[in-house]
């Protein structure tokens, strides 16, 4: 079977690697000049720099990101790192709350602090134990749980205690967004909680260890498809720098909304499949500062107040910290800007959040080595409106409009973080679960 990978970034190679241990040996379609994508790692004056990751959960031993990269002889390849102490630091209305690595230690910490809440706070973490196993089987996955954070938090009556919640939401869409999927918000919070571990190298060293195992994978860089062919019996080529490939299937981890705008023509079904794609809720954009701040930080900080911001340590380098700074932003504030128009509205939107930090908190000197807008990720991820993590997971979506890695066009199957869920977990599970649609091929 000759299968077509569109996409070169975590899910593209996480779908290569896994396919080649079932005896295939498919093709990667990258349109930029090298891989990764939004994972991948940069250097700029000779400091490294992450893009998209900084730290995940569900990577302490026997947790689900763990099983899965040891499965994939990735964790040979990879060194894993504590935090010494609270993982988060959150800043809500003027008081400071300390996430540690460890759920029983969270939980007594907010049944202390919110001693009127105790009971309500046991059973919400008890709801919370129930939903946060993390599985790839079929028959697990189809469990569909519509519950929304809101529906389940509803005992919880302290304002500020809610945000506190709410703040494990941002890791796969926006803050205190109540409406999200209590399923795998879930499976975040716990996970977080009890697993959460850096990488060193950054999401570049997840990348490379992928790279080195694509023995049987071929590579093709700098080759963007920009059509995909079908007949009666479902997909058969795409397009390719003026060429037409021949495919039995092709999996694509570029956003289905890219995807289906390939196709010349498709039948009523598919026609409304893709109406019912092009509806979906996108996650918000945000903007990203990459600078080296002179202070040790050994918390990734976050401060909600009128407007959301972060601050993600990610290594030392000559006695500073090299971090990025997040905070929320707008795809269409930039789309149709001319080039000196758009190099004017980043270095404003730049110099706010800036001056929004140094209000917030005493960081010392920031320097500020390059910053990125919505349209850097929309070009990076090929995505749709510079979503931070592609298609929302809502409760929502989740229950009535998720996205399956088998398409309504016969032999074409999506992944990436616009299926099944975003996020490291999200590439991880969605490729595992696409897996069951190719028989081992040995």
């Known amino acids: 079977m000759n299968i077509a990978i569109i996409g070169g970034g975590l899910s593209g190679l996480l779908c290569a690697l896994m396919l080649q241990r079932r005896g295939y040996s498919p093709t990667i379609y990258e349109r930029l000049t090298k891989l990764g994508g939004v994972l991948d790692s940069f250097k700029r004056k000779k400091i490294l720099f992450d893009i998209g990751f ?7 031993k026997d947790q689900y990101l763990y099983n899965s990269m040891n499965e994939l002889n990735l964790l040979d390849k990879l060194k894993l790192e504590k935090y010494e102490a609270a993982f988060d630091t959150l800043h809500i209305d003027n008081e400071t709350f300390e996430v540690p690595q460890s759920s029983v230690k969270f939980k007594e910490q907010l049944q202390k602090r919110f001693s009127l809440e105790s009971a309500a706070i046991e059973t919400f973490f008890e709801k919370c134990y129930e939903s946060s196993t993390i599985s790839s089987k079929p028959e697990d996955f189809v469990k569909v749980d519509s519950r929304s954070l809101k529906d389940v938090m509803k005992d919880i009556k302290d304002e500020k205690l809610r945000k506190v919640f709410l703040h494990f939401t941002i890791f796969y869409a926006t803050a205190f967004y109540e409406d999200a999927s209590f399923d795998f918000y879930a499976k975040i919070f716990i996970n977080m909680l009890d697993g ?4 060193e190298g950054g999401g570049g060293a997840i990348i490379s260890a992928l790279k080195d195992s694509l023995t049987r994978t071929t590579i093709k860089k700098r080759s963007e498809v920009t059509k995909i062919f079908k007949d009666e019996n479902g997909i058969n080529a795409l397009l390719c720098k003026g060429e037409k490939i ?10 289905p909304k890219t995807t289906l705008k390939m196709f010349e023509e498709l039948d009523k079904k598919q026609t409304r499949y893709k109406s019912h794609v092009d509806d979906l809720e996108e996650s918000p954009s945000f903007f990203s ?8 930080i050994k918390s990734n900080l976050y401060f909600y107040e009128d407007e959301f911001i972060s601050v993600l340590p990610s290594r030392m380098h000559e006695g500073k910290t090299v971090a990025t700074i997040l905070a929320g932003s707008y795809y269409s504030e930039y789309e149709n800007l ?10 404003k939107e730049c110099q706010h959040h800036l001056n929004r930090v140094k209000e917030l908190y005493d960081f010392g000197e ?5 910053s990125s807008t919505p349209l850097t990720k929309q070009h990076y ?12 997971c809502s409760a929502k979506q989740k229950s009535l409009s998720v996205l399956m890695p088998r398409t309504r066009v016969k032999n074409l199957y999506f992944a990436g973080e616009n299926i099944i869920a975003p996020g490291l977990i999200g590439a991880f599970l969605g490729a595992e679960i696409l897996m069951n649609y190719f028989e081992d091929n040995k």
Not at 338 to 347: H, T
């Open 54 to 60: 900084h730290y995940s959960g569900a990577l302490a």
């Open 196 to 199: 959460t571990r850096k990488i």
């Open 246 to 255: 021949s495919y039995d299937a092709i999996i694509s981890t570029a956003h």
């Open 289 to 296: 500062i990459f600078c080296l701040i002179d202070a040790e």
């Open 338 to 347: 001319s080039k000196d128009a758009y190099k004017k509205k980043k270095e």
């Open 366 to 370: 920031i320097e500020v080595v390059d």
């Open 381 to 392: 991820s090929n995505g749709s409106e510079g979503s931070i993590y592609g298609v929302l």
